[in-house]
């Protein structure tokens, strides 16, 4: 083994330790960890060899700092809280709010249970929201947990041998950034909201009863079908949050989800009523028009599946332009890269 080779792999190792601690001792930390890597290699020789032997030795960086850390944390994993808490962080901070508003104007907009009432389903709609959002978050994490999916793409065995050439190199940074997974959750999460709200909720009454947006005969089959995709979604991307970085298998769920919602959405406006006859018949007292049915239909699955293809186009292109950042031995992106 050349003494490049073993000096990268002695950073990288030290870096993977490094960057999951605080920074006010992370910085002891790897000067502690080089001279100690450095001992153990001398006391077997000083081979370039044995530099691979140390580090499997030591162990998973993940668990080694771990070990360092003074607090350990037990939500999901010490690796993955971190990300976890940012995520959760700002999903409610958008999800939540939205919800408590949207649903007070509806519940306001003709109150006939009273201010009062209107207000506290508003906030009770909010409480919801955000306990389901808190466990869905929760429950994808944690599936990662148990999968071995870790930031940077990589997967940290179970149960098994860890493997330096593993190790991401040094000052390796993400294609993904956490902002755009949360705005793809908060999304999901409200869409999914809305979908069952608007039963309960709408701008038109008829005998004090709400009017649904969407045609009762959807909920047989195609809503149920919706929620299996936005899951998936959702869970694609948490993913994103957590690998930071495009791999093969994060593309091709990529992918899939969005092939599954744009074909979805042009099934559903192409063979069914979406918009329910009462809705309809609401809209046009009101406005003395029909409802724009098919316009909007149009608009819409031309959004969808123009949505779908960008996001899918762009994965695509930075998965290759990290792979071939990886065979160059530079980043994609501005970042080096590893392979998957």
């Known amino acids: 083994m050349k003494a490049?080779?073993?000096?990268?792999?002695?950073?990288?190792?030290?870096?993977?330790?490094a960057r999951r601690l605080p920074k006010d001792v992370g910085a002891d930390v790897a000067r502690e960890l080089r001279a100690t890597i450095a001992d153990m290699v001398e006391a077997r020789g000083g081979e370039e060899d044995d530099v691979r032997q140390v580090l499997l030795e030591l162990g998973d960086p993940a668990r080694l700092a771990d070990e360092y850390r003074a607090k350990p944390r037990f939500l999901v994993?010490?690796?993955?809280?971190p990300v976890y808490v940012r995520v959760l962080i700002a999903v409610l901070l958008v999800v939540v709010p939205l919800v408590l508003v949207v649903t007070l104007v509806a519940e306001l907009w003709d109150p006939v249970e009273g201010v009062p009432l209107g207000v506290l389903a508003g906030v009770q709609a909010a409480v919801q929201t955000g306990v389901m959002v808190a466990f869905g978050v929760t429950l994808v994490f944690a599936v990662l947990e148990r999968a071995g999916v870790t930031p940077g793409g990589a997967r940290s065995p179970r149960g098994g041998s860890w493997d330096p050439d593993s190790l991401p190199p040094v000052g390796e940074g993400r294609q993904i950034s956490i902002a755009g997974a949360v705005a793809g959750l908060a999304f999901l999460s409200l869409l999914l909201g809305w979908v069952v709200w608007q039963?309960?909720?709408?701008?038109?009454?008829?005998?004090?009863?709400?009017?649904?947006?969407?045609?009762?005969?959807?909920?047989?089959v195609w809503v149920p079908a919706?929620?299996?995709?936005?899951?998936?979604?959702?869970?694609v991307e948490v993913w994103k949050a957590v690998s930071g970085v495009w791999t093969t298998a994060l593309v091709a769920a990529n992918v899939?989800?969005?092939?599954?919602?744009?074909?979805?959405?042009?099934?559903?406006?192409?063979?069914?009523?979406?918009?329910?006859?009462?809705?309809?018949?609401?809209?046009?007292?009101l406005s003395g028009e029909e409802f724009p049915g098919?316009?909007?239909?149009?608009a819409f699955a031309a959004v969808v599946v123009g949505i779908s293809v960008g996001d899918s186009v762009d994965c695509v292109l930075a998965?290759?332009?990290?792979?071939r950042g990886a065979a160059l031995g530079v980043g994609g992106d501005s970042t080096r890269a590893v392979e998957d």
Request: glycine share 8%; net charge positive; hydrophobic share 55%.
């Open 256 to 285: 899939a989800v969005n092939t599954a919602f744009a074909a979805f959405f042009v099934a559903l406006l192409a063979t069914q009523r979406v918009v329910s006859p009462a809705f309809e018949a609401e809209f046009e007292k």
């Open 319 to 323: 998965w290759r332009r990290r792979r």
């Open 4 to 17: 490049g080779r073993s000096n990268d792999l002695v950073e990288r190792y030290v870096w993977a330790v």
């Open 294 to 298: 098919g316009v909007v239909a149009f």
């Open 226 to 235: 919706l929620v299996v995709i936005v899951i998936a979604g959702i869970a």
């Open 77 to 81: 994993g010490p690796e993955l809280y």
């Open 199 to 220: 039963r309960s909720h709408s701008v038109f009454r008829v005998g004090g009863e709400p009017v649904p947006l969407l045609d009762g005969a959807l909920w047989d």
